[in-house]
Nanobody
Framework: VQLQASGGGLVQAGGSLRLSCAASGRTFSGYIMGWFRQAPGKEREFIAAITWSSGSTYYADSMKGRFTISRDNAKNTVYLQMNSLKPEDTAVYYC?????????????????WGQGTQVTVSS
């Protein structure tokens, strides 16, 4: 399984970005796909997850409203739409996967990881 995250960059506060996670190496039916982020000096933090088969979504309470996870089965890609970005959203964003429909939220529960994409929000 390979995960390739992209779409990060520098954006002003209040702006938007859409991150992509291209998945390859197998069919992902029955997988849970997650987005996490890690700011300097902080632990990796759960943002959202989506089940590949049904498209059920799960969010960290603090991420509801500004972040939206989705997937495109035909493109084998998971997205994270981020709106109303704040300087405190600055972090490296990672996508992850595990062969299960359970909505895992802890980084240690995920098996496969992408390389991360940097998001920097300026004030």
């Amino acid at each position: 399984v390979q995960l390739q995250a992209s779409g990060g960059g520098l954006v002003q506060a209040g702006g938007s970005l859409r991150l992509s996670c291209a998945a390859s190496g197998r069919t992902f039916s029955g997988y849970i796909m997650g987005w996490f982020r890690q700011a300097p000096g902080k632990e990796r933090e759960f943002i959202a997850a989506i089940t590949w088969s049904s498209g059920s979504t799960y969010y960290a309470d603090s991420m509801k409203g500004r972040f939206t996870i989705s997937r495109d089965n035909a493109k084998n890609t998971v997205y994270l739409q981020m709106n109303s970005l704040k300087p405190e959203d600055t972090a490296v964003y990672y996508c992850a996967a595990r062969g299960s429909d359970y909505p895992y939220r802890m980084p240690a529960e995920y098996i496969y990881w992408g390389q991360g994409t940097q998001v920097t929000v300026s004030s």
